[in-house]
């Protein structure tokens, strides 16, 4: 089965600071994602990739950065943590747009 | 935008019983359809998927797609307590899929 590996896997934030989470595939695969699940909202797109040295937003980027410096690794950067950003993460991959898409374990952060 | 509405929102079950869950999308020229299962603290994982109307199994499992009610569900027969999970639906617009859209869940709790 697919590996999606996240680090790390929880982190606790203070408001204002900057948290990087990462994200590393060994599938091969072109296209990563990452998403965001909270309650009351469910899982949601914030940014993605289909090409290493480039990202696309999502449906909620506002916020975060995302950078893709090879084809297995996918990191999102939170330059300015906020307590609205507390949630679990989850990186995800996928060998094409519409094929099954593979999660990582998640990363829970809380911004304090 | 795309706008993914999940039914029930929770929902318990006997051991043996046959569970069915509901997932409407708005967008009419969806292309993809998913279900993911995520049991308590894992990552979601991709269940099943349909393309073209009509219907799908594998196993217990059975996915319903109607594309002119923008209506698509999940039937799980013979429902076992490891089917206790968050049942997710997906949609995806295509080829170049920008990721996928998430309904809220449905909780499934089986019990023996």
């Known amino acids: 089965e697919a590996a999606v590996t996240q680090s790390p896997r929880s982190k606790v934030a203070v408001t204002g600071g900057k948290v990087t989470l990462s994200c590393h595939q060994t599938n091969n695969h072109d296209y990563m994602y990452w998403y965001r699940q909270d309650t009351g909202h469910g899982l949601r797109l914030i940014h993605y990739s289909y090409v290493a040295d480039s990202t696309e937003k999502g449906d909620i980027p506002d916020g975060y950065k995302a950078s893709r410096p090879s084809q297995e690794n996918f990191s999102l950067i939170l330059e300015l943590a906020s307590l609205s950003q507390t949630a679990v993460y989850f990186c995800a991959s996928s060998e094409r747009g519409p094929d099954t898409q593979y999660f990582g374990p998640g990363t829970r952060l809380l911004v304090l | 935008q795309q706008n993914v509405q999940q039914s029930p929102e929770s929902l318990i079950v006997p051991e043996g019983a046959r569970t069915s869950l509901n997932c409407t999308f708005s967008?009419?020229?969806?292309?993809y359809f998913w279900w993911y299962r995520q049991h308590s603290g894992k990552a979601p994982k991709a269940l099943m998927?349909?393309?073209?109307?009509g219907e799908k199994e594998e196993g217990r499992f059975t996915i319903h797609l109607n594309k002119a009610s923008l209506h698509f569900s999940l039937h799980i027969r013979d429902s076992q307590p490891s089917d206790s999970a968050l049942y997710l639906c997906?949609?995806?617009?295509?080829?170049?899929?920008?990721?996928?859209?998430f309904g809220l869940g449905t909780r499934v709790s089986v019990f023996p």
């Open positions: 967008d009419s020229a969806s292309q």
């Open positions: 997906a949609v995806s617009m295509g080829n170049y899929a920008q990721g996928l859209t």
């Open positions: 998927s349909i393309f073209s109307n």
